[in-house]
């Protein structure tokens, strides 16, 4: 069962989750003693060159590019990630939708639009280099690297994008948790929704200011977060990272200015970005049939309902990876 509905209620056994400690990284619930994930048979059987199911070509941008210019490419291509790379064309960084949201009023990397820039929306997106915000040092794999190693990369490191390296250094493709979960999951696991969604809802509210929904993405880790209603009642909508790289990679942002200071966007309501389009999935579903949910409607996260419509959690494509693969 699936929809696209908006005023979903809140089930009040759902848990609204604020200002708490940020969410362990789930993967290590299922590693043996060893530190050794307890891979499934289903990537045993399927286990072949990572090649077969990696996105490719990678869609790069230099390190020396600003970051307007990183934003406006992820805009273009609507991809989560880009490689970045030198001058010589080989693998330098990545820089990720969610590293995006954090500079721009999520976390950490913000000071450096408060203490460099001054708040200067112009100054933060036109000067700053990409190498500014990116991961200098990131995790990859090569075209000879198997499936099972590459998800073995992903899991313990929390990663939902693997850059895959042609043996010259120069990048070959990417593989995301889309990739593996289209290529490894059918539509009966066994493994029903509600064994593994989050119950304990993560939210923001449509009278929010996006700024408000960029830090709790930043500070959970997230690229997606459920929008309620003003009272809390109702699921309106979700607001994603890539949400926030349309807002910005389209200049919307910038046609909403009076001024250069870049809190003026950042007071935006969450309203005003986020999708209206609410995916569903019933809790007693079986994983695989969300994951071709998810495929039909591409989306990579669901809301998950009782048999009542109401609001139980949310179940996302790193969910399912790992119900598949560590199970």
Same mark, same amino acid.
């Given at each position: 069962?699936?929809a696209?509905?908006?005023?979903?209620k809140?089930s009040?056994?759902a848990k609204?989750v604020?200002n708490?400690?940020?969410?362990?990284?789930?993967?290590t619930k299922y590693?043996?003693?060893d530190?050794?994930?307890?891979?499934?048979?289903?990537?045993? +059987? *399927?286990?072949?060159? =990572?090649?077969?199911?990696?996105?490719?070509? $990678?869609?790069?941008i230099?390190?020396? /590019?600003?970051? @307007?210019?990183?934003?406006?490419?992820m805009?273009?291509?609507?991809?989560?990630?880009l490689?970045?790379?030198d001058s010589?064309?080989?693998l330098?960084?990545?820089?990720?939708?969610?590293d995006v949201?954090n500079?721009?009023?999520g976390?950490s990397l913000y000071?450096?639009?408060?203490?460099?820039?001054?708040?200067?929306?112009?100054?933060?997106?036109?000067? +700053? *280099?990409?190498?500014s =915000?990116?991961?200098?040092?990131?995790l990859? $794999?090569?075209?000879?690297?198997?499936? /099972?190693e590459? @998800?073995?990369?992903?899991?313990?490191?929390?990663?939902?994008?693997?850059p895959?390296?042609?043996?010259d250094?120069?990048?070959?493709?990417?593989?995301?948790?889309?990739?593996i979960?289209?290529?490894?999951v059918?539509?009966?696991?066994g493994?029903?929704?509600k064994d593994?969604?989050t119950?304990?809802l993560?939210?923001?509210?449509?009278?929010d200011?996006?700024?408000?929904?960029a830090?709790?993405?930043?500070?959970?880790g997230?690229?997606r977060?459920?929008?309620?209603?003003a009272?809390?009642?109702y699921?309106?909508g979700i607001?994603?990272a890539?949400?926030?790289?349309?807002?910005?990679?389209?200049?919307?942002?910038?046609?909403k200015l009076s001024?250069y200071?870049?809190?003026?966007?950042?007071?935006?309501?969450?309203?005003?970005?986020?999708?209206r389009?609410?995916?569903t999935?019933?809790?007693?579903e079986?994983v695989?049939?969300?994951?071709s949910?998810?495929?039909?409607?591409?989306?990579?996260s669901l809301?998950?309902v009782?048999?009542?419509n109401e609001?139980?959690g949310?179940?996302?494509?790193?969910?399912?990876?790992?119900?598949?693969?560590l199970?």
């Open positions: 069962m699936s696209k509905r908006a005023g979903l809140v009040n056994k609204i604020s708490v400690a940020v969410r362990r990284w789930e993967g590693l043996r003693a530190a050794e994930p307890n891979w499934s048979q289903r990537i045993k +059987e *399927k286990e072949g060159d =990572i090649t077969l199911i990696a996105s490719k070509p $990678a869609v790069t230099t390190s020396t /590019s600003t970051v @307007l210019e990183a934003v406006e490419r805009y273009e291509k609507r991809v989560r990630g490689v970045v790379v010589s064309d080989k330098k960084g990545t820089i990720m939708a969610t949201v500079y721009l009023g976390g000071t450096i639009v408060e203490q460099r820039h001054g708040h200067d929306i112009f100054g933060a997106l036109r000067s +700053e *280099k990409v190498e =915000i990116m991961n200098p040092t990131p990859y $794999a090569t075209v000879s690297s198997k499936i /099972s590459t @998800l073995k990369l992903m899991v313990l490191n929390g990663m939902g994008l693997v895959i390296v042609a043996a250094g120069t990048p070959y493709g990417v593989v995301t948790e889309h990739d979960v289209r290529y490894l059918n539509k009966d696991l493994i029903k929704v593994v969604m119950s304990n993560v939210v923001t509210y449509e009278s200011t996006i700024k408000r929904a830090q709790l993405m930043s500070l959970y997230f690229r977060v459920p929008v309620l209603s009272d809390g009642t699921v309106v607001v994603s890539m949400d926030f790289i349309a807002f910005f990679g389209s200049h919307e942002a910038l046609k001024s200071d870049i809190e003026e966007v950042l007071s935006t309501k969450v309203s005003d970005i986020m999708s389009d609410v995916v999935t019933d809790e007693d079986d695989g049939a969300a994951a949910i998810m495929n039909s409607h591409n989306t990579n809301i998950v009782d048999k009542n609001v139980k949310i179940i996302t494509e790193r969910d399912i990876l790992l119900s598949v693969a199970r």
